[in-house]
């Protein structure tokens, strides 16, 4: 069964600083995304990752993927109040898509 | 260019009872899934629908059935409903192909009382 575990769940920081969130999943995959939630609303995607090695940076968010260890990162550089939300990894095997339980980011100013 | 809709955006319901959600996709997709989110969880996969047939399940007894039309609009539909039910019914879609960007609806908000 696919698992996807994020951590930490729960992230406060002050702005200007950088930090990571990390997604472990338990089985092979062939694609692994990031999302961001604002309360009360939907998922915007950040990041689709598609095999081993793959980057990619939008802004002050970077995320990447290494299929070997099955762990994404997703990156904040100097956070700012804006990027406070809740951020989903989810790891796509056949057609299903098994999410995270999510890290809530509250970021300080 | 309008992205995924649905409809309704919220909805009370009482336990045993029935309900319908409805979900339009994104133009040029023909893929469409469901999703469960509860309060403070991440969302959980209910199906997904392509050329009308569902193509996958997730871990949802058979109370949970859906339906997808030619047009490639979709529906959710829930019988018995039970308390536990209440969450945050989002709909995906995509085109067709695995590595495709998913983009999903704001959601319809469903209370069971």
């Known amino acids: 069964e696919l698992k996807v575990e994020q951590n930490p769940l729960f992230l406060s920081m002050q702005e200007g600083k950088n930090y990571t969130i990390y997604c472990n999943y338990s089985?092979?995959?062939?694609?692994l995304y990031w999302y961001r939630q604002d309360p009360g609303k939907s998922l915007e995607s950040l990041f689709v990752?598609?095999?081993?090695?793959a980057v990619k940076q939008e802004g002050r968010l970077m995320a990447s993927l290494d299929t070997k260890a099955r762990l994404s990162t997703l990156h904040i550089t100097a956070a700012v109040h804006d990027l406070s939300a809740t951020y989903f990894c989810?790891?796509?095997?056949?057609?299903?898509?098994?999410f995270g339980k999510g890290t809530r980011l509250h970021i300080l100013p | 260019d309008a992205g995924v809709t649905q409809s309704p955006t919220h909805l009370i319901k009482t336990r045993g009872q029935q309900v319908t959600l409805r979900c339009s996709p994104k133009?040029?997709?023909?893929?469409v899934s469901w999703y469960q989110q509860a309060l403070g969880q991440g969302p959980q996969f209910i199906f997904q629908?392509?050329?009308?047939?569902?193509?996958q399940r997730g871990n949802f007894p058979d109370r949970f059935s859906g339906h997808q039309f030619p047009n490639y609009s979709s529906e959710l539909n829930v019988n018995a409903l039970l308390l536990g039910d209440s969450a945050l019914y989002l709909c995906?879609?995509?085109?067709?192909?695995?590595?495709?960007?998913?983009?999903f609806g704001e959601g319809s908000w469903l209370t069971v009382v």
């Open positions: 990752l598609l095999s081993n090695g």
């Open positions: 629908y392509y050329e009308e047939e569902e193509r």
């Open positions: 089985t092979t995959s062939d694609r």
């Open positions: 995906a879609s995509r085109t067709d192909g695995s590595g495709n960007t998913i983009y």
């Open positions: 989810a790891v796509g095997r056949d057609d299903k898509i098994i």
């Open positions: 133009s040029g997709h023909d893929t």
